[in-house]
């Protein structure tokens, strides 16, 4: 049975940091692209950034220069370090472990608030 569960997230000041966990399990892990979501009220979900098998990166403009992802195959996780977060940062951030439409697993979303 495939497991993605994401941890992490919490309250933190404008300016703070937060690092968010991916963990997978029941999957070859380095196999699969990696990718974190966030879907904040009344808005779609968006793609904040992505890791592929390779190990290569791709960011969501406004996230460029403060989150970076990153993995870890013997631990099956990605890590994003978000760093001066902002308000509008806010969201539930999900993971998506995907290797192709058929080999696509969620997390359950974990909330990141980001007030003073």
């Known amino acids: 049975q495939v497991q993605v569960v994401e941890s992490g997230g919490g309250l933190v000041q404008p300016g703070g940091s937060l690092r968010l966990n991916c963990a997978a399990s029941g999957i070859i892990f380095s196999m699969y692209a990696v990718g974190w979501y966030r879907q904040a009220p009344g808005k779609q979900r968006e793609l904040v950034a992505r890791?592929?098998?390779?190990?290569?990166?791709n960011y969501e403009d406004s996230v460029k220069g403060r989150f970076t992802i990153s993995r870890d195959n013997a631990k099956n996780t990605v890590y994003l370090q978000m760093n001066s977060l902002k308000p509008e940062d806010t969201a539930v951030y999900s993971c998506?472990?995907?290797?192709?439409?058929?080999?696509?697993?969620w997390g359950q979303g974990t909330q990141v608030t980001v007030s003073s």
């Open positions: 890791i592929n098998n390779g190990g290569n990166t």
């Open positions: 998506n472990v995907r290797m192709n439409a058929v080999w696509d697993y």
